[in-house]
C-alpha cells in the first residue's frame, strides 16, 4: 500500500499574487507527483485552505487538482485545520465533499465521557482522523480520543495539533503522543517542521506561509509512505529564495548601498527578500526609497520582491529625566488608565505580560505565534 501524506497547504493564505501562485502550482506539484507515483489515496491533514471561506478563484483552483485525483482514481481523504475549520461545520470542506472530490475523516461519536472515532475503511487501511481547532482548542479533546476497532487493517490516525515530542519543551499546549492510541502511522499537520519519528510524521507545509517560512524552509514537502518501508519526504522547490541583509545607519544613503549590494547578485526568477538591520543615526526609513529598490530587483528579472524593516531602528534621542526601571510598565499603564477610562483597562496589565514574550532560540515561526497567541487567549479566557 501506498499513500500520499500532506497538509498545510494553505491554498489563498498569501496576498501577493505571485506566491498565491506559487501556492497553489506546489499543492499541483504534490497532486502530479501523487498521481505519477500511482498512490493508493491521499491524505490531507488539515489547512488546506487558510481560512474556513476562501476566495472563489482559490476554489476553482483547488478543485482542478481534486479533479485530476478523481480522474487518476485516487480518493482523497482529509480533515480541518486551525484555519479551515469551523466550529458549525460550514467550510468548502464539506462542499469538496458534495462533489465527490474527498472524504473527511473525522467520523466521531461521545460516547461516556470519550471521543469514539470511527475509521473509513479503503484498500487495507483503516483512515481516522480529528481535526484540528482554533486556539488549540482540540488538545483536550484528543486526550478523549478512542478508536472503533479494525483488527488486520493499516491504522492511520490524521490528526492536526501539536504533539509534546515536536515542540520540547516549549510552554504551548500540546499532545502527550505516549497518551494517544496506537497505530501504524500517525499522519500530522500543523507545525510547519520536519519532523519524522517511530511512524508519528509532520509532513510541512506544501509551501511556505510567510517571508520567516520562505527564509527558514526554503520550500515545501510532503510525504509518500509506502507501508513496506520508510515515509519519503518529497521536496517542492519551484523558485531559489535569495536573502539579501543590510545593515544602515544613514536613511540617505541606504538607497544607493542597498542598490551597490544588490548588483552583483543573480536574481533572475528568485524570490528576493530584502532584510534591513540597523539604528538610524541620519533620516528616517521613508527616505529609503523602496519603489527604486524593487523596480530595480523586478527590471533584473526577479520573481517578487519582498523587503523587511522590523529591526531598523531610529536612533532614539537622550531625554533628561529620571525613571524608576522597576515600575515604568507600570506607571506607563497607571497613566494610560487615567487618560482613557474603559471596562478594557483591566486587562491591559495582562496583556503587557502576556505580549513580552521573545522567540526562543531555534523556534520556528509557526510554535512562536502559536505559544505567544495562547498567552494572548489566556487574558480573555478563550478556549
Given amino acids: 500500500m501506498r499513500f500520499a501524506h500532506m497538509g498545510d497547504c494553505h491554498l489563498g493564505g498569501w496576498r501577493h499574487p505571485e506566491l498565491a501562485t506559487l501556492t497553489m502550482q506546489s499543492f499541483a506539484s504534490a497532486v502530479n507527483t501523487s498521481i ?21 478563484d482559490t476554489i476553482k483552483d483547488a478543485f482542478e487538482q481534486f479533479r485530476k485525483l478523481k480522474d487518476a482514481n485516487i480518493p482523497v481523504f482529509l480533515i480541518a485545520g486551525s484555519h479551515d475549520y469551523s466550529a458549525s461545520g460550514k467550510t468548502f470542506l464539506e462542499v469538496l465533499e458534495k462533489a465527490g472530490f474527498a472524504k473527511n475523516a473525522h467520523q466521531p461519536e461521545e460516547r461516556n465521557g470519550s471521543i469514539i472515532l470511527s475509521p473509513i475503511l479503503y484498500n487495507g487501511a483503516a483512515i481516522y482522523g480529528y481535526p484540528g481547532k482554533k486556539s488549540g482548542m482540540e488538545v483536550e479533546e484528543i486526550s478523549r480520543i478512542k478508536l472503533q476497532e479494525s483488527p488486520g487493517f493499516f491504522k492511520i490516525l490524521m490528526l492536526h495539533t501539536a504533539i509534546r515530542d515536536a515542540v520540547g519543551t516549549l510552554p504551548i499546549s500540546a499532545v502527550d503522543q505516549d497518551n494517544l492510541p496506537k497505530v501504524d502511522y500517525l499522519a500530522l499537520a500543523h507545525l510547519h517542521i520536519d519532523y519524522n519519528k517511530n511512524s508519528r510524521v509532520y509532513c510541512g507545509p506544501t509551501f511556505p506561509n510567510n517571508s520567516n517560512e520562505l527564509e527558514e524552509l526554503q ?95 531610529a536612533d532614539e534621542p ?62 480573555f479566557s478563550i478556549k
Fill in 219 to 313: 520550500g515545501g514537502s510532503f510525504y509518500i509512505v509506502d507501508t513496506k518501508s520508510k515515509p519519503k519526504k518529497i521536496s517542492i522547490k519551484l523558485k531559489d529564495v535569495l536573502i539579501v541583509e543590510k545593515k544602515i545607519t544613514n536613511a540617505f544613503t541606504a538607497t544607493a548601498d542597498i542598490l551597490v549590494s544588490l548588483k552583483d547578485k543573480d536574481l533572475k526568477d528568485k524570490i528576493i527578500i530584502l532584510k534591513i538591520s540597523g539604528v538610524l543615526e541620519s533620516g528616517k526609513k521613508t527616505d529609503i526609497k523602496f519603489n527604486e529598490i524593487e523596480k530595480f530587483v523586478r527590471d533584473s528579472g526577479a520573481y517578487v520582491f519582498l523587503k523587511s524593516t522590523t529591526k531598523l531602528y
Fill in 318 to 379: 537622550e531625554f533628561n529625566f529620571t525613571v524608576n526601571p522597576d515600575s515604568i510598565e507600570e506607571d506607563i499603564i497607571k497613566k494610560f488608565q487615567e487618560e482613557h477610562e474603559s471596562s478594557f483597562n483591566t486587562h491591559v496589565g495582562q496583556l503587557f505580560h502576556a505580549l513580552n514574550v521573545d522567540k526562543k532560540e531555534g523556534e520556528v515561526s509557526r510554535i512562536f505565534e502559536s505559544r505567544v497567541f495562547e498567552e494572548f487567549s489566556k487574558v
Fill in 36 to 56: 505519477k507515483e500511482k498512490v493508493d489515496f491521499v491524505l490531507i491533514a488539515g489547512d488546506l485552505f487558510d481560512t474556513a471561506y476562501p476566495p472563489i
